[in-house]
DNA sequence: TTCGTAACGGTTGAT
DNA sequence: CTATCAACCGTTACG
């Protein structure tokens, strides 16, 4: 935390420096008296136009100060903020109300800013006087330890290390291919530009919007079979060079350039298993390879996944099924299903019961992600059909309490359970010179206000083949709830806001 | 202003 | 069971 504000600090390039010491001292990273005294002006109305524009767009990142462009001050430097329809009423800290009214868009009423924003009682114990009083350290930041969640500069909630939520990945895609500016992209989903940027590369370069792999380790390169080999090797020439076993094994094609064993594994493998010919087999002996173990992992590496599931909740081993094509990194995971938007979206599972049957790990852990999801996106959905059973037996980021707790994310799923919301291998697309063009004429309409219906999506827009992951997963479906979290992010308004 | 990218601190899962 | 490692993550700041 010191050491994201001594960089930002000290970077006095930036134009809006400022803007994220504020947005820190919101978030209670900063919330000493000499940790604040630092950046700001002594007083209040001597401040710099600088500083006072700076608060002006910390305010606007703020999603619960909707305030009008005109006089956000007027609305803002209260000690709290209820929303009562869609007027935001500023009050006093003795609880008179002020009379300072402004509208606020898609809020509940009786909701206070806290609720809205994590940042917004913060920066109303801040503004007045331009002088930090206090620094309100909201739950959602209170303690790291307790802490499920974090919020970007631009009011987004994210967790750390951790991948967005599918909906939000394929949201990015979806608005891209409406012809929507990543910038606005950014601001709409409340993404970093950077992730916005590095989504879409992403799915131009792969077809898929999965995220990676994380975890794990690669394959062994060196199976029973690379073993046998060498041995072979040892046996019928003991004066061989490790580096002529490793020429042998590609060119036999033992191994491919991708898993064939370094010279120096190969010399480990002579000395350590390999080293008393006299016991010829004993690797087989003790341990026997299954005959698929033996067979590609070049097929499978760099981006193995040994513990996908497959969809009956059983290990999945690398190899089993593995369509195998030739030569390529195909890395196919078993996805049975083509690798559509309706696939992505876990439209199968939705509609497949047994299916959800078997999603039991993922659901409530999207299910947190889809409060977020109801939190920071305005959405046309006003029920909340969320199994609060399935959301508190995630123990990994169990829901606080606090009154915070709807921008609380608690993104715990694992690669394999998030990758399991997408399925199929490919097949339905057909890359076609832009990938960032429309691909169908329901999305090919960038116009501005375009309001999208999850239906559009779902029937008109197509996945390129996916070489990376998505065609590497079991599919792993979703639930009812999961389906409705995303088209909760369907729902959202496509209005952008051009600065 | 927009966007690509590297640094950073974090998570994950195999070993 | 814990530590290590190498993969990936999203945010941030820079250019």
């Not at 094994?249 to 010399?267: A, E, M, Q, R, T």
Request: aromatic residues 8%; hydrophobic residues 30%; glycine residues 8%.
């Amino acid at each position: 935390m010191e050491k994201k504000w001594r960089r930002n600090r000290f970077c006095k390039s930036r134009k809006n420096a400022k803007v994220t010491e504020v947005l820190y001292l919101a978030h209670g990273y900063c919330a000493t008296a000499e940790w604040a005294r630092i950046p700001l002006p002594s007083s209040g109305r001597s401040n710099s136009v600088l500083f006072r524009k700076s608060l002006v767009e910390v305010l606007y990142a703020a999603p619960c100060l909707q305030v009008p462009r005109a006089s956000p001050y007027r609305h803002t430097c209260r000690d709290k903020v209820t929303f009562i329809g869609d007027t935001f009423h500023c009050w006093k800290r003795k609880g008179s109300q002020c009379g300072c009214r402004g509208q606020a868009s898609g809020v509940e009423p009786g909701i206070t800013a806290s609720r809205i924003h994590p940042f917004a009682e913060a920066i109303l114990f801040w503004l007045p006087g331009y002088r930090l009083i206090k620094v309100v350290k909201r739950g959602i930041m209170e303690n790291r330890e307790q802490t499920y969640g974090e919020v970007n500069q631009l009011g987004g909630v994210f967790v750390n290390g951790r991948p967005l939520p599918n909906a939000i990945r394929l949201r990015i895609v979806e608005l891209a291919q409406l012809g929507i500016r990543p910038c606005d992209i950014s601001r709409q989903l409340r993404v970093s530009h950077g992730c916005v940027s590095k989504i879409l590369a992403r799915y131009n370069e792969t077809g898929s919007i999965l995220p990676g792999a994380i975890g794990g380790s690669k394959p062994r390169v060196t199976t029973p079979n690379v073993v046998k080999n060498i041995r072979e090797y040892k046996q019928s020439d003991p004066g061989i060079f490790a580096w002529e076993i490793r020429d042998r094994l590609l060119g036999d094609g033992v191994c491919d350039k991708y898993n064939v064993p370094s010279v120096s594994s190969i010399s480990r493998i002579l000395r350590n298993k390999i080293g008393n010919l006299s016991q010829p087999h004993q690797y087989e002996n003790g341990k026997q390879a299954s005959p698929q173990s033996s067979l590609s992992y070049n097929h499978i590496y760099p981006y193995s996944y040994p513990n996908a599931m497959s969809p009956s909740g059983t290990k999945m081993s690398n190899s089993a099924g593995v369509p195998v094509t030739g030569g390529h990194v195909s890395i196919s995971r078993g996805w049975p299903s083509p690798h559509t938007v309706s696939n992505i979206l876990g439209i199968r599972a939705f509609m497949d019961p047994s299916a959800i049957a078997c999603a039991e790990g993922y659901a409530p852990k999207m299910e947190d992600w889809t409060s977020v999801n109801r939190a920071a996106f305005p959405s046309a959905h006003g029920v909340n059909g969320i199994d609060k059973s399935a959301i508190e037996t995630d123990i990994k980021y169990p829901q606080p309490t606090s009154s915070l707790s709807s921008y609380v994310p608690a993104c715990a799923y694992s690669p394999s359970n998030q990758y399991g919301v997408y399925s199929g291998p490919a097949g339905s697309y057909v890359s076609s010179g832009h990938h960032w063009q429309a691909q169908g004429s329901s999305l090919s309409h960038p116009g501005a206000g375009v309001s999208m219906h999850p239906s559009d999506i779902h029937s008109s827009m197509a996945f390129k083949h996916a070489v990376r992951d998505g065609d590497r997963k079991p599919p792993s479906p979703i639930s009812k709830q999961q389906h409705e979290a995303l088209s909760s992010i369907h729902a959202l308004s496509l209005s952008t806001s051009s600065s």
